[in-house]
């Protein structure tokens, strides 16, 4: 069984900066999607940003141009770097890989409040 445990979240100003990591217990095989998605309180959760199987990034509306997903290493799948951040942004952020066999994994989600 693999868990997925998320990093980085904490308390920053709007305009700041935070990189996000997503931690796997175990390596996952055939891996064909990674994501990062948000939920706010009292608000329906949302697909921030992914990365299919050949490397292809989609990102929402909201955060083009200031957030950036990449891939990382078998410990460590998916990061989420988020820069200039807004009030807005403030939420629980989840990462989520699903692999070619039908397995799909979620973390529990890491802390992101952005104050003005």
């Known amino acids: 069984q693999v868990q997925l445990v998320e990093s980085g979240g904490g308390w920053v100003q709007a305009g700041g900066s935070l990189r996000l990591s997503c931690a796997a217990s175990?390596?996952?095989?055939?891996?064909?999607?990674m994501g990062w998605y948000r939920q706010a309180p009292g608000k329906q959760r949302e697909l921030v940003a992914s990365i299919g199987s050949s490397v292809i990034t989609t990102y929402a509306s909201f955060v083009k141009g200031r957030f950036t997903i990449s891939r990382g290493n078998a410990l460590n799948p998916v990061y989420l770097q988020m820069n200039s951040l807004k009030p807005e942004d403030t939420a629980s952020y989840s990462c989520?890989?699903?692999?070619?066999?039908?397995?799909?994994?979620w973390g529990k989600g890491t802390l992101v409040t952005v104050s003005s």
């Open positions: 175990r390596s996952i095989f055939s891996i064909n999607f």
């Open positions: 989520r890989i699903t692999s070619t066999y039908g397995m799909e994994y």
